[in-house]
């Protein structure tokens, strides 16, 4: 029995060597949602540019829509803001974002510097959107169908690679399904 307490220590670090290896090996990006192929959580949220206004999951009804969630703290967030540009004016689909854990100020004027890639932006000053979704950190982008449903997380930046690999075909799988 003595014997066996001297391995007990070598038998947990060889557990927790396995787990960390097998953790390794997982795609950072492609991270587990608890709510895919589920509805937008329920929220009132405030409009970053529109205080007097307020968004609700009805807003992302009836059309495809792109949710960024990006803050003024982020570098990466700022430095996708580009891209994002290049996909206003989509007829498809719509760009939103969820401005996380920031200052109303320091995003409206990282917005008046960089200028506005988003329709609208959900203000989620303490984060409870966010929560309710599974944000790990920023950025990520979530993809929502026309109903209002959850159909793809992506975590990371944005760019014309990962846009065209992950979005772009569940975008038009999504279209086939409305017969768009």
């Known amino acids: 029995m003595n014997r066996l307490k001297l391995f007990l220590p070598l038998f947990l670090v060889i557990l927790l060597g396995i787990a960390l290896y097998l953790g390794l090996k997982q795609d950072p990006h492609k991270l587990g949602l608890s709510l895919l192929d589920k509805p937008l959580p329920a929220f009132v949220a405030g409009d970053l540019l529109q205080q007097n206004k307020t ?43 969820l401005n996380y854990r920031d200052s109303r100020n320091a995003a409206l004027s990282v917005l008046n510097e960089m200028g506005n890639p988003y329709v609208r932006s959900v203000y989620d000053p303490e984060g409870k959107l966010a929560l309710d979704l599974g944000v790990y950190g920023t950025p990520e982008t979530y993809l929502i169908d026309a109903q209002g449903v959850i159909r793809y997380r992506y975590s990371g930046e944005l760019n014309q690679d990962v846009w065209q690999k992950e979005f772009q075909p569940k975008i038009l799988a999504l279209m086939q399904e409305v017969g768009k």
Not at 78 to 96: A, C, H, N, T, W
């Open 55 to 97: 968004l609700t999951p009805q807003d992302f009804k009836g059309q495809i829509t792109v949710l960024n969630v990006w803050a003024s703290w982020c570098p990466s967030c700022k430095s996708e803001f580009p891209f994002l540009f290049s996909l206003r004016g989509q007829p498809d689909f719509q760009v939103y974002g």
